[in-house]
């Protein structure tokens, strides 16, 4: 006997070509970053970068601090992003991360401050200091910069 309760999935790989394209959603809790068609997405989820091509199985990870790559055609375009979701469609990717930038929106100046009071607080040997947040502040400042650097070279 065939199941009624065939999953979407199923049912997207037995009636569907697999999607030449990706749809790509970046969503912050303040606004949307972006939205577009794109070839392929990296993502760094919070266990390592991803690379994404249309048809990929579906899933659902922890976005981590890091840069966001997508490619249309020849180009690519890089952001900066810490926390949040991933969703995997076989023809979209959903990003919703606490903070996101695109290179154009970066403050290359800011970041570099951010690094470097992150450095310093680093290398201080005061016991106050919370190490943990202060190496997060790095990792957020130098995703920012590379980023940016990237974009511009
Ligand atoms: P800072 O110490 O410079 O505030 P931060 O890492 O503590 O940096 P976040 O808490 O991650 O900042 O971000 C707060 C807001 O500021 C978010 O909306 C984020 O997109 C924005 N933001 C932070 N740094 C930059 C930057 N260098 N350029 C553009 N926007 C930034």
Known sequence: MVSNLESPISNFESNMALPEKIHLEI?????????GTVDAVTVPANTGYL???PGHAPFLAELGIGEITYKVG???EYLSCSWGFIE???DRVALLAQTAETASDIDLKRAEEAKARAEKL???KDPNVDFARAQLALMRA????????????
């Open 27 to 35: 969503v912050t809790p303040e606004k949307q970053i972006f939205s």
């Open 122 to 124: 680093l290398s201080s």
């Open 142 to 153: 130098l995703s920012r910069i590379n980023a940016a650097k990237h974009s511009a070279s």
């Open 74 to 76: 020849i180009r690519i």
């Open 51 to 53: 690379g994404i091509l």
């Open 88 to 90: 995997v469609l076989p």
